[in-house]
Structure formats: structure tokens, C-alpha cells
């Protein structure tokens, strides 16, 4: 089969990607609200930008042409926690992508204990894993349907104990949750580990 991209609405081609660029690893944003209101909600089109400095990138697009409340949300406090999730937080997780009125903070709603910052007014979640404390660094726009790159830098990183090995993140303890198409996720599944291939050093220009 050949479809040819420019035939494609945004709806149809959206349905597409999510199934072709799988799995994807899922941010669960907090951010707060100008009236104070912490808001959570996920988003599956993120990723590494930077190691030095630490920085991450989330694509946020729109509803009906409308900011969603997240990226409202950074644009005016331009700060952010990405929280990892692990299996056992999948339901809320899910429960926290509905479409909800700024007046309703999802950590409310869905009982999500939240701990403050440590360097930011931005609560992480308190049952998540791994949580990254993120400073706006850059918003840049992508395409007709006004979706928006979000990169952050991250200045706190908290990570639950016993996850840390020889510097590494142990991902089978760690239990990642990660998106495919639809209201569909994965767990890690089986892992392979092969021999190492040698790589020179990350080093600062």
C-alpha cells in the first residue's frame, strides 16, 4: 500500500504516526495554573534534546485550535516536572489525559499526591519513580495545526532509591510504561542484552 502524505487530513495522519513510531516513552506533566491549580496530563511525543546541559523536548499540540491548559500553563510560569510512571500508576495515568476544564486540577480529581519542588513551585508527583524538575528553555512551532516543541532544561532530578546502578537507571525495576496506538499501552517485555559497542566519550564543545 503507498498513501501519500498530502492526502491525509491531521486526524488520519495523527492516527497513522501513533502507530508507526511505537513505543513512545510517556512524559506525565505537572504544571500549576495561575489560579494555583496543579494540573497532570501526559504527553507520548517527548524526548532527550540536551546532556549538557540535561534538557528534554515535548510536542504539545492543540484542541479545536486551543492551547491545551499544560502548555498554557509553561508559557506562563515556564517551569515543569516531567514524572515517569511505572506499571502500577497506568490507570491514573490514563484517567489524567481526559480533556478537563482549567478550574479542575486532575491531582484532585484523580487523588494524586503531589510533593513541592526543590527548586521550583511546581509539585512532582509523590508516587512516581523518577521525577525531572524543568526550567522553560525554548518553545518553537511546528506545522498547520499549531503544535508546539517544548524544550526544558532540567535542574532537579529525583530518582527513587535502589534505581541508581553504577550511574545507570535499572529500567527492568524501574517497570516503564510506554504508549502505542490508541488507548493502548506496553510494559518493558522481555529484554536482550548484547555486547557493547564502543562509543567515545560525551564531552562538552
Known amino acids: 500500500m503507498k498513501i501519500l502524505a498530502d492526502s491525509l487530513g491531521p486526524e488520519q495522519t495523527y492516527k497513522l504516526l501513533t502507530g508507526i513510531v511505537v513505543p513512545r516513552p510517556i512524559a506525565w506533566i505537572t504544571t500549576v495554573s495561575p489560579a494555583g491549580l496543579v494540573n497532570v496530563a501526559p504527553f507520548s511525543c517527548y524526548t532527550i534534546v540536551s546532556n549538557k546541559p540535561p534538557m528534554i523536548g515535548v510536542n504539545i499540540g492543540r484542541k479545536a485550535g486551543v492551547r491545551k491548559d499544560t502548555a498554557s500553563n509553561l508559557l506562563c510560569s515556564e517551569e515543569f516536572v516531567v514524572n515517569?510512571?511505572?506499571?502500577?500508576?497506568?490507570?491514573?495515568?490514563?484517567?489524567?489525559?481526559?480533556?478537563?476544564?482549567?478550574?479542575?486540577?486532575?491531582?484532585?480529581?484523580?487523588?494524586?499526591?503531589?510533593?513541592?519542588?526543590?527548586?521550583?513551585?511546581?509539585?512532582?508527583?509523590?508516587?512516581?519513580?523518577?521525577?525531572?524538575?524543568?526550567?522553560?528553555?525554548?518553545?518553537?512551532?511546528?506545522?498547520?495545526?499549531?503544535?508546539?516543541?517544548?524544550?526544558?532544561?532540567?535542574?532537579?532530578l529525583h530518582i527513587r532509591d535502589g534505581l541508581l546502578n553504577n550511574g545507570k537507571i535499572d529500567t527492568t525495576l524501574l517497570r516503564p510504561i510506554c504508549r502505542i496506538a490508541g488507548p493502548n499501552y506496553a510494559m518493558l517485555g522481555k529484554v536482550v542484552t548484547l555486547q557493547p559497542v564502543s562509543q567515545t566519550p560525551k564531552t562538552v564543545l
Open 84 to 156: 515517569i510512571a511505572d506499571e502500577t500508576l497506568l490507570e491514573p495515568l490514563h484517567r489524567s489525559a481526559g480533556e478537563y476544564p482549567p478550574e479542575i486540577s486532575e491531582a484532585q480529581l484523580l487523588d494524586l499526591e503531589t510533593v513541592p519542588g526543590e527548586s521550583m513551585p511546581v509539585p512532582r508527583l509523590a508516587a512516581a519513580p523518577i521525577s525531572l524538575e524543568c526550567r522553560l528553555h525554548s518553545v518553537t512551532p511546528y506545522g498547520d495545526t499549531g503544535a508546539e516543541f517544548f524544550v526544558g532544561e532540567i535542574r532537579v
